[in-house]
């Protein structure tokens, strides 16, 4: 496009070679200035740079409305103001709303931004770490119950990664992947562990010769520090064993000279209002609160707030969602689906209340939107039925009930899309009729198709 900066690369469709020099000059960047704890995840595919001269990037992807920047500006100091206003007047003459996410207190006191926050990040000296631990009677424990259990954790080279420990890791992150109810997000949370090895700290956890669990560390330069990015264990590992990953990183990098350790964001703890409503009413599908508490658990010094900054006088909702569509990959809708197909009973239990208030409407409707009485006798208790099925499907999964719903709701589009163009359309008395049939012939059509999605995602989980 002609709007943008000749220095604005898309990473991700560039030549091999460009695409290294311009990771290259980043790095290089980040070693001088990378103070976020997110910093070293720009070097991951699928980020654009800006470059504002030689020692000025801003990495960020492009939704097609907004630009959403990984975390600060990597500059000095001095200069994240003058790079920060310069993006944003990029953004502007590229037609695109800017926001930056994951930022921290010292961006917003360097840059005029309005910011809303989303979360904290823990943070440790890990020097301290053994002192923790003693006064940490139940941290003590998961030690012990995982080393009981045989499992051990050892420090990997990098160069092993070239060889069967890496198919061992991929087979984790694989299983891992499968358990989580989210569908696979991009952005700052995919999982790319195995680029510019030399400068991360990997730690494999096994048990009787099988990976079990798994922590990347990349450094966070300009505090002379380590983020633990991916921290990942295999759903049927014994307890401990994650604890056990944090226990072997602390004490390396505390030897190696360390001043700080986080384990990143965790999204929407400390916030509150619309936003920690809104975490309650998701937990069905990602348990944030978990999250938080797992790594309380693991004792932090200190909590750092997290905030998505945006321009001022724009609201801060329509700064989330723009940051959501950049995490959703393919568009929130189908994010959206994609996930409710992975938590099955979620799913089928919202069918179900929906099918309430829908069959209190048939049970009341105008006789004339039925070719006769006990054909709307007939829907109201099909619809009585149903519920009833799913509700059961939601108390105990069933692969043959739910094979059977998923084919019966499936039927049940067709033969109400037979009955609105029989009946209802040519009898239609206005645009409401209209809606009404549409909504009616809509509503089991996607209904089906849920059921016929959450069938596989769960067939699929249980296979695995």
Known sequence: MALYNPTTVAMQRGPEEKRAAQQARVLALLRRYGWNATSFQVLEPGLRYWFGGDDTCVAYVDTGKSFVVAGAPIASEAQVQQAAERFAAF?????????????????LELAPFDALQVGEQPCWDPAAWPQILKGS????????????????VRLLDAQELEGPARAGVEALIARWLGSRRMAPMGFLVEVHPFSFAGERRYFVAEREGRVVGFLAAVPIYARGGWFFEDLLRDPEAPNGTAELLVDAAMRDVAAGGAGYVTLGLAPLAGVSGWLASMGRLTRGLYDFSGLAA?????????????????????LGVVALSDTLSAFSRRGLLRFG???????PNV?????????VPWTVALAFAPAREFPAPWVQAAWVAFDVVLFALLMALVRRWNHALATAL?????????????????????????????LVACVAVLAPSVAALLLWRARWHRRRWLQR
């Open 406 to 434: 998923a084919s019966i709701v499936t039927a049940d589009a067709a033969i109400t899309l037979a009955q609105a163009l029989a009946w209802n359309l040519p009898r239609a008395r206005g645009a409401a009729d209209v």
């Open 337 to 343: 689906l994609e996930t409710l197909a992975r938590v």
């Open 137 to 152: 009677r139940s941290l003590r424990e998961q030690l012990r119950r995982a080393r009981a259990h045989g499992v051990a």
């Open 294 to 314: 797992f790594k309380a658990k693991l004792r932090p010094q200190a909590w750092e707030a997290i905030f998505l900054a945006y321009p001022r006088g724009e």
């Open 347 to 355: 799913v089928i239990q919202a069918l179900a209340l929906l099918l």
């Open 91 to 107: 953004a502007r003459r590229c037609g695109r709303r800017l926001r930056f996410f994951a930022v921290a207190d010292r961006f």
